[in-house]
């Protein structure tokens, strides 16, 4: 299919709208009707046609606006884009993987035409051509990683692996559930992760290290996380925190289902060929409570997985204060009917609300 | 009291340890104010290593100067603040060859900053050792303007370069050699908690 690319903002008057086709394939990340920490990994290997899975690197209508608004977290904080010294060669493994994925699923936006180390890359829908010489970082406006992810939806964390272990030595964060890059670079698996509750207890860190530090090339997985974010901004991030911060307050019972957001990243990991890096992207998809309730399934569940979720993960997630609201709003969806295994909507299948 | 033992806390927080004479070729000892106990200490425990050793001190406003010295290491420095002393830090890295040891004492702000240098020079942060003595003050980040608030003794503080009211995390960098702090009254303008000081 050919995609029709919203003109949208995620800041100010937050003009970002999911049409139908993107609702529907919402990554929904609650197969069931509770929910706890888990590494709950898969293979990234394809998934339903039309779903998220399906390509290596999602790309939907909101790719160019995406694209639009990382550009202005950029020219705000350059910071938000760091390499350490030693990841250029992982850089250069990112842009190859980026640009041979993308051109391959998405033949009709973006072409990839080699001839040795020349490279012409095309990407239709930015109106970019650009002809480089691979592995000469002169012949790019930026270096390789802050190039091919300034064309690329979600964050991306560049992971060394050395010592048995993971370092955030590079990464592209403007769309971060409130954590941050320039302060969290150069840290290990565990150490960028201190900061959440319960998980280490559980033992789900050194479990979720040990499978990935075993990922191979060609074999990449997946996983989804979320949060909840009130308004559609994207850059949730603790720089601008001062600023955002104060929108968390705004809901009230006739605005929620507009403004209270499901945020879901989809997190991948891939292994880099020539630096035996690990490049961990984290894609973010937004959704409007009032668009998720549209599915009898997702409102019963959403429902019944906020209502008793711990006071721990509500407050580290940063809604517990809203929680009460959001509960009064969601159990109008909720008719105690028993919902079908799964993430997917199943909305041919699924009863109607029965209130 | 000098010695004092903090609260087991999140996996990016640093724990410090006793200082203990290893083999070396070379001791580089770099301490400020009560961290000069550590350094007595280590002393009486292998009074021979003073003969290798080199010791960079900030006193900042202590009196050890003269027990120190009475040590006779084979260089002795005292510098008035550690941003005074820190070129003199990176120089004697350069020189630093392969059996050195690296001993940190003293409050959180140097052997963080101090500890940076020498990861800088190729030293790994594992093989340093460090011990915490004196003020439980810390090093703080502003993860909003980025500004750096020096010896932070309660909780929240107020940046000392944007202003803004900020709590005090136990989340650490060892690359900014700082913890962090963030807004704590962004959803609730001028709503700031007393300052408690820390640890109390």
């Known amino acids: 299919m050919t995609i029709q690319f919203n003109k949208e903002t995620f800041r100010d008057d937050y003009s970002f709208k999911n049409s139908d086709w993107a609702i529907e394939r919402f990554p929904f990340p609650f197969h069931e009707d509770s929910y706890m920490y888990a590494v709950n990994m898969e293979q990234h290997r394809g998934g339903p046609e039309g779903s998220v899975y399906e390509k290596r690197f999602d790309v939907d209508e909101h790719y160019v606006s995406e694209m639009a608004d990382r550009a202005m977290v950029l020219a705000d904080d350059p910071l938000r884009c760091q390499s350490l010294p030693h990841m250029t060669l992982a850089g250069w493994d990112l842009l190859e993987l980026i640009m041979v994925s993308k051109s391959e699923d998405y033949p009709d936006l973006f072409e990839l035409h080699r001839d040795g180390d020349t490279w012409r890359w095309i990407n239709k829908p930015m109106g970019i051509d650009d002809t480089f010489t691979f592995m000469d970082e002169t012949t790019l406006p930026y270096g390789p990683m802050e190039y091919i992810t300034r064309q690329t939806q979600g964050d991306f964390c560049v992971l060394d692996q050395r010592e048995d272990n993971l370092w955030m030595d590079a990464g592209m964060v403007t769309t971060q559930a409130d954590w941050s890059l320039d302060f969290d670079i150069g840290m290990n698996f565990f150490e960028w992760h201190a900061p959440v509750p319960l998980a280490h207890e559980k033992g789900i860190f050194k479990r979720a290290l040990k499978f990935l530090l075993n990922i191979q090339q060609g074999a990449p997985a997946r996983r989804l996380n979320w949060t909840m974010t009130v308004n559609p901004l994207l850059d949730t991030s603790p720089e601008n925190y001062h600023k955002w911060g104060i929108q968390k307050t705004t809901l009230t019972p006739e605005n929620i289902g507009a403004k209270q957001h499901l945020r879901v990243e989809l997190q991948s990991f891939f292994r880099l060929p020539r630096s035996n890096a690990l490049v961990f992207p984290i894609r973010c998809y937004l959704i409007a409570f009032q668009d998720i309730v549209k599915s009898p399934k997702w409102g019963r569940r959403l429902h019944r997985v906020i209502r008793d979720l711990p006071v721990e993960l509500a407050t580290y997630k940063g809604f517990i204060d809203n929680r009460p609201m959001m509960l009064d709003y969601l159990s109008a969806f909720d008719d105690g009917l028993p919902t079908s295994p799964g993430v997917f909507p199943d909305n041919a299948t699924e009863p109607p609300l029965q209130k | ?200």
């Open chain 2, 1 to 200: 009291m000098s010695k004092f033992q903090f609260p087991e806390s999140i996996k990016s927080r640093p724990v410090y340890g006793t200082l203990e004479p290893r083999p070396g070729k070379y001791h580089l000892m770099i301490a400020d104010a009560e961290g000069a106990e550590a350094i007595l200490d280590i002393a009486a425990a292998d009074p021979s290593i003073m003969a290798k050793t080199h010791i960079i001190y900030i006193p900042r406003g202590t009196d050890f100067g003269a027990k120190l010295r009475a040590l006779n290491p084979a260089q002795y420095y005292e510098g008035p603040s550690y941003a005074a002393s820190v070129t003199r830090i990176q120089r004697v890295l350069q020189d630093a060859h392969m059996g050195t040891q690296v001993y940190l004492t003293g409050t959180e702000g140097l052997m963080g900053q101090a500890q940076n240098e020498c990861m800088q020079a190729g030293i790994p942060h594992t093989a340093i050792q460090t011990e915490h003595r004196g003020s439980v003050a810390r090093r703080m980040q502003c993860v909003h303007c980025k500004g750096i608030t020096e010896d932070v003794e309660t909780d929240p503080f107020v940046c000392s370069h944007c202003g803004l009211n900020l709590f005090v995390r136990d989340h650490y960098s060892r690359r900014l050699a700082a913890f962090q702090g963030v807004c704590i009254d962004a959803e609730d303008p001028g709503n700031v908690p007393e300052a408690v000081e820390l640890y109390k």
